[in-house]
């Protein structure tokens, strides 16, 4: 994803959107489960890599197809959890 009024690359977006789908899991989350489904650079296309992903998940919530809320864990730390709002 480029400038933040860009949207993200198609492929990443539907692997972002399928992610979320069955659960809501907080950004890292996201990053592990696209790295375990499609290991090595294939696991996050465009040039920025890794790195393109909470752009991507920031872009998708303020288009409306994601819901984000912060939660406390366990250990006290606070983590952003994002679920789909409804299927594209």
Sequence with gaps: MGAMGTHPDPGLRRRLLDALGERPLSGHEVVQRLARDKPGAAAFPGSAGEAS????????????????????????????????????
């Design 53 to 88: 992903i909470y752009p991507a998940l920031h872009r998708l919530e303020a288009d409306g197809k994601l819901r984000a809320a912060w939660e406390r864990t366990q250990s006290g730390s606070l983590r952003r959890r994002y679920s789909v709002t409804r299927r594209p």
